[in-house]
Each structure stands twice: as C-alpha cells, then as structure tokens.
C-alpha cells in the first residue's frame, strides 16, 4: 500500500533547487520547479549513477545548424555520469525517450494542521499547524 | 502515517574485488605540486607556464562538457580525485578496489615543447605520485610518465624507478611527434621489456599539434569526442606494422580508455592488407593479428554499448576474455561502475578474469 | 564467390588519367599556354595513396601493358564489364587535382578529367558512367563545375578524397554539399588522401600499408563530421557513399557516437535523433574490400550489427587488387541480400541509373 512521507518543510527547498532524501531505502531527488514540486528515483536507468546529484539543466532545440533556443519550462536533470537528461516534470529521457523513462512519485504539500489531524503524522518534525510540509508518496 | 526521514544509509561494502586500471589523481592546486620540482624548474614553471602544441593555455580547444563526475568532488573541497581519503571511501572502498593503478596525466611533461623542462615535470610527477598518493595507500599503483620525445631522458627516468614496485608501469603520450612505432621510441620500448614493465599508453587531450583525424580538425567536442579511438588506432597500426613485437616480444602493451569495439575489425583489415602488401613490410614474420593477441590488452571504460547486448559478448569473445582490463576512469564523467558496467551475462570465470586476473598478470601484482 | 546473375552495377570502378598529355586536348587556351610555358605535361599527378607499381593499385591480370592500371578501356571491358555481366559501372577517377594548391589549376584540371572521361570512356561504352571530379580547395569552384557537369545524366555521382583539407561537413563545404543534393547527386567519399594532414594526430606513418589501413579513421571522421555539423538535416535529400572504406569498421564506430551523443546533446541541438540512426538514413558503402576474416559468420554479424539492407553498394574496385579470380563477393552474403546489394541498392542511391543516355 502507497504510504506518504514527509521530506522538508516548505520552505527548505528554493525553487530552482533540490533535496535528496532517503525513503523506504530509496534515494529520491525532490525538486522544485517554479514553485511545483517533483520527485524522481535518484537512480540513472543508464549504469546506476546518483542521477539526482547531477545539475538542473534546460532542453534545447534548433531548427538548423547554428541555431540554438532554449526551451522554456523544461527542466531536466543531468546525470552526474554520463549526461543523459531526464525531465523533471515526467522522468522522459531526453535521448532515448522511446525506451528509457525515470521513476517518478507523487508529490504534494500539506498544512500542519492537515497532518496532525489525519492519520498522516509526521514524526521526524515538530509539526506546526502554521508550517506547511512537502510529502512524498512511495 | 508520514514515518521518520532517515540519514542516507552507509554504503554496503561491497563483495567485489578488482584491479582498477585507469584512476586519475589530480592536483588540488599548483602549489601542491611546485615543491616537487627543482628551483630552477620551479622558476620556469610560474613564469613561462608549460608550452604546448595548442593555441590556448590553460584549457582544451575543444573544451569538455564535463571533466569529472559532478559528485566525485571531495567533502574538504578541491576538484575531483584530489583527495586521496574521499577517493579511499568514495571509490576504492565502495567499489572494491584491490589495486588502483594511477594515470597521472596532468601535469604531464610528454606533450612539453622545452625537452629538458618535460622531463622534469615527468620527473616531479612520479616524485608527487609516490609521496601524495602511493605511500598514503597501499592498493595504489603509479606509471612511470616519461618524456618520449626524447628517448635517452625517457630511458634514463624508467631505469632510475625500474626497481621501485610501487611503479607497475611506464606512460608517454600517444598523440607523439611520430606515430610510436616508429625506432626513435625504441630505446624505451627495450627498456620497458628488459625491467618487465608493460607500457600503458592513455590518450591525452593534446600533444602533437597535429589535427585530430586525418581529415582535419574537427569542429565539436562531439566529433573530439571520437578522435580518442582513432589516436590509439593509430598507434596500434604503428606498432604492429613496424614490427615492434617482432623485436620486443616480451613487450607488454596496454591501451587505456582507447575502446576496444574496433579491435576486430581493424585486425581483420590489417590481415587482409597486409597479405597483399607484405613485401613492404618483410620484418614482420607474422600476421598482424598474431602480434596483436599476444602483446596487446584494453581496459574497458568507456565501456562499449552495442545496440544488442549480445553483441558485446561477440566482440570479447573475438578479442579474448583475457585481454580486457577493467577500467573506471576516476573520477573523469564517464565513469564505469564496477556493479553495473556490463549488460551481459558473464562466467565467473570471465568475469574474475577481467575484474582481476588479466590485470594481475599484466602487471605482476599479488 | 562469383556474381550469380547479369545486370550487376559495380559502385567503384577506376579510370587513371595516364598523363597529363592525354587531357591537355581538353585544356582552354590559358592553360594551354601554361603547358607550354611550364611544361605541364611533364608532371606526374598520381597520388601518394595510389602509386600505379604498388601491388594495390593493380591486380596483376588487369594491368595494361602500357600505362598505369585502369587507363584500359579494353581492359575494362573484358575484366569487368563483360566478365562480371556489368550493367553498369561508375568510374571513380583518383588523380592528384585534388592534391595540388593552386584553386584555379586544381578547376582546370578537373573540368578537363571530367571532359576526357565523357568523351575517352562514357561515349565509347554506354554501360559506363562517371563520378565529377571537384576542386575542393575552392567551394565555389567545385559547384561550378558540378553546375557544368549536371546536365549530363551520365555523371551520377560527386567525388572527393576522403582526405582533403577540412571534413566535409564543415559549413564552408556546404555549397558542395546543396548543389550535390540540388541536382540529386550523391557525394562519394573514396580511401586516399591529399595528405594536408598526417594520417593520425600521432604523425606520419612510415609505410603505404599503414597509410591505408588508416583510411578508417578518415572515413569515421567524415561521418564524424557530417553528423555532427547537422549536414544530414541542413541537406535532407543528400546521400554520402563511402567508397573503399573496408565496412566492418563502421558498427563500432557508430556504437560509440550514439554513446556520447547521448550526453552531449546541448552542443549539437539539431541532432535530434542518434547519429547511427542518421548514418542508416544518408549513408551508403561500396562492397569492395569488405574486411573481413574467411569465416562468413563474421561479415554476416557485422551486417547485422549496420542494421539496414539498404546501405551495401556492389562495387569490384576495378583494378585495384582486392581479390583474386572472380571471387568478387565476399563470403557471408546470403542469396535475398544479393539482389539488393548488386542491383536494388544502386538503382535507389544512383537515381540518374534510371535515365536512358540521351
């Protein structure tokens, strides 16, 4: 059965930026984009690199030779090896989208009172309802 | 219920054991290396820097994408593979290394253009290897770098550290002013064979000045990318075509991290041609092929990927499962990790040959 | 093994020049004054890859007895067009125009080849087409002579050294490279070199054998190039021959482009799908030599591992010596490739092949 865990309060994860967490004995990169949060098993499909260690990249597209745009809205992460890129948003490769693809989870946020309430209590924190959480569900 | 977020757990030790044959250690800084070299080269080294055969400086013309793996760096700081305890628990620890032989390719004095300066820096970089590196720990084996443009300092270097066992073997560059086949080398090749020393020939980012591919200088580092395999094909041509396993035998030759998906087929092109053209080669008794199965092995980063696994098997099974050497290249980024750089079922036997086994027997260790 | 039907059409044949002397009739008057004034006829420009005494240049049965190998018409007839049942034959003319610095000389010394191949060799047999020798030195200078030779359907194809004094896929190439695909004309790439490089980054080679056997690393940074510099998506409908390359060679070094690619992507955006699979789409290459040990499991692997029955072009390299007898297939070649490799492949690469000679 799908749990959830708590993995940082709101605010310790700046858009842009990252957390790699230990859950369930999984290494996940919990990443925020904007403002939205995603979560991807940090392990490389390729040779089983830390992928969630490597940097936070954008694609780029050209539609000739010698020119270059980057696309918007299109973080990827960059493995820490041998640079094969996934989007954060869905864990499609960028080199092989047809066939390899990053494990993804469930990410949601949740207010302090939301927890304490629930069955969803958070032990690791001293939960505050004021405070709001960041959840990964495994 | 949310449960208790857990410190990242230690890495299991690992059950593997293996020869890695191609580290790099790199210097934290200049100035960890300046004391190694005597004061008038020390001078010469902060004032005229090295000089090479490239238009920029300090950086390749083709600059990388990526040099080192992006979490190899160091807890303390400093660039990757500067840091002799994190790369003990990072990688020898973690990945079961037994022995790790070093190439030490920066700062390297065989693509120097001043003869005398090189062979001081060659010198200073093996003094730098056994202090920082190879007395610090055991399982570390270095290469003797020496200058191969000039032969007689070259030689004079190996047989000053032929007798010192923290040595294993001798490295110059390939990207040399002849290809290295050539008899101006040969005094160091009959060196490496009288002190037993195989020759562990790495590919470095410059060196000759002449283009990358016959065809001219590539444009991309994509392209750059490429010309690695073509330096060692090179030399691997040069060598066997010019009989220098016919006159050294007993010479070890080890081509690291050159590939070795283009062994087969460059053999059976040397073979086919060289039945129609023997007679401009007659010090060659042999087929190039036999020479190539007897003097030469390959370490295996960058591993090759086939688009079929099984093909993988082919290629090894045609170049033989004792002439591989398993390789990781750390902490460079296409790093193979021992646990997960094959994709194909092996033996154990296979499989202890090239963790281990090739390795020990090329190169002597316990 | 032998052809096993008629009507095969043999994708690298070779046409020497046997002297200056025999194209100066097709020099303008400049050049003419040139001959007088510097003697040109007296110049030797066979090339340092192909000197006519060494034993590749010529298989013993197919040297004339006067003049370098492949300066024969006779001989052509007999030895390849008549004895493999040849419908077809694409003549590849190495001679050292390429080789030489002079744009302008270089211009007029191929215009002039190209002249003499029309009238010595395409007029005398109507089985017989031809490759445009360009100037490479000066890309304006080759399309114009490409420009000059379309209109003549017998020109199917045109052909550069694979060694030259860029890779071809560098953007100043590029005008070679549109009118080529402009005029439907294929770009074969033929083993040999102008020698503006060393034949490895380590230096010069001490022997001819060498220098051949390194031909692969020039073929593998050609297709480096191409590939790279996004000429295959600048140029969609451009096809490249790779002749003489050897074959076998090609897997591996594919294996490792789609390997590195895959991490270096944001250098070359417009590389949008794995080179191999790009190479598969525009790359062709001639049959001959195929090298490859007498065991034909091993050819059979490695077309395999090429992954297309599209890219074998049937070729003898006529009179190079690549084998002996009429043994011009290589073992491992199974009877539902034949048909494509000696005849389907060639009509689809060549689409002038399907034009009547007008």
Known sequence: ?138 | MSTLLEPLPPLPKTRLSVVDCDIHPTLTSEAEFLPYLPARWREHMQTYRRHVRQGLHGTLTHPRMQVNRIDAVPTKGGPPGSDVNFMRTHHLDQNGVEWGLLQALQPSGSAERNLEFGAALCSANNDWQIAEWIDKEPRLRGAIQVTQEDPQAAVREIERRASDRRFVQVSLSPRAQEPLGRSRYWPIYEACERNNLPLGLHVPGFGSGYASTPGGWPTFYLEEHQTFAYVIMGVFTSMVLEGVFERYPKLKLVLVEGGFAWVPALCWRLDKHWERMRSEVPHLKRPPSEYIRENIWYTTQPMEEPERPEDLTKLIDWIGWDRLLFSTDYPHWDFDDPKTVFNVRMTPEHRRMIFSENAKSVYRLP | MRIPFEGAIDCDVHVSVPSVSAIVPYLDEYWLERVRVQQLERLDLSLTSYPPTAPLSGRPDWRPQQGPPGCNLALLQQEALDKFGLRYAILNCLWGSQALFAEDMSAAFCRAVNDWIATEWLDKDTRLRASIMVPMQNADLAVAEIERRAGDSRFVQVLVLAGLDTLLGRRVNWPVLRAAEAHGLPIAIHAGSAYRHPPSAGGWPSYLLEDYVSNTQLFAAQLGSLVSEGAFSKFPELTVVLAESGVTWLPAFAWKFNKTWRGVRTEVPWVTKPPFDVIRDHVKLTLQPADAPADPQALRDVIEQIGSDEMLLFSSDFPHWQFDGEDVLPNGLGDEQLRKILIDNPLATYSRLKEAVA
């Open chain 1, 1 to 138: 059965m799908a749990k959830r865990y708590v993995v940082a309060k709101l605010g310790e994860i700046a858009p842009g930026t990252s957390k790699l967490v230990n859950v369930d004995g999984k290494e996940i990169g919990v990443f925020n984009v904007g403002g939205a949060f995603y979560a991807l098993l940090s392990k490389c499909p390729h040779k089983g690199a830390e992928l969630c260690k490597g940097k936070i990249v954008r694609r780029v597209a050209s539609d000739e030779p010698g020119q270059y745009a980057v696309i918007p809205d299109s973080e990827m992460i960059r493995c820490p090896w041998h640079g094969w890129q996934y989007d954060l948003r869905t864990g499609q490769s960028w080199c092989d989208s047809d066939n390899v693809a990053l494990r993804k989870y469930a990410v949601s946020v949740e207010t302090g009172e939301g927890l304490l309430e629930g069955p969803f209590v958070a032990e690791s924190y001293a939960v505050s309802v004021d405070e709001s959480y960041v959840l990964v569900e495994i």
